[in-house]
Nanobody, 121 residues
Framework: VQLQASGGGSVQAGGSLRLSCEASGRTFSTFYMGWFRQTPGKEREFVAAISGSGGDTYYADSVKGRFTISRDNAKDTAYLQMNSLKPEDTAVYYC???????????????WGQGTLVTVSS
């Protein structure tokens, strides 16, 4: 599976962005899709994930109520709608495809290249 993340950019606090992660190469609907983020000097952290069918979603406490993950299996694409953005949301955002789990460690997972989100106060 190859993953292509896009949609990052710069926005003021309170603004919105939508990230996209387009997959190619394998049966998209068989994968959990997740979004993770990382800032310099810190470990990559879980943000949100969605099951293959889209029926189950999972969120980190820090983004609940502000971010929404979704997917369109016909387009092999997952999305992360980010609203009410805060400066602490500034990070490089990575998408992940995993057959095993929504957010736990998976040595066999596929990762996108990352897209930078910058939120200014």
């Amino acid at each position: 599976v190859q993953l292509q993340a896009s949609g990052g950019g710069s926005v003021q606090a309170g603004g919105s962005l939508r990230l996209s992660c387009e997959a190619s190469g394998r049966t998209f609907s068989t994968f959990y899709m997740g979004w993770f983020r990382q800032t310099p000097g810190k470990e990559r952290e879980f943000v949100a994930a969605i099951s293959g069918s889209g029926g189950d979603t999972y969120y980190a406490d820090s983004v609940k109520g502000r971010f929404t993950i979704s997917r369109d299996n016909a387009k092999d694409t997952a999305y992360l709608q980010m609203n009410s953005l805060k400066p602490e949301d500034t990070a490089v955002y990575y998408c992940r495809a995993s057959r095993l789990m929504a957010w736990g460690p998976d040595a066999y997972a596929y990762w996108g290249q990352g897209t930078l989100v910058t939120v200014s106060s």
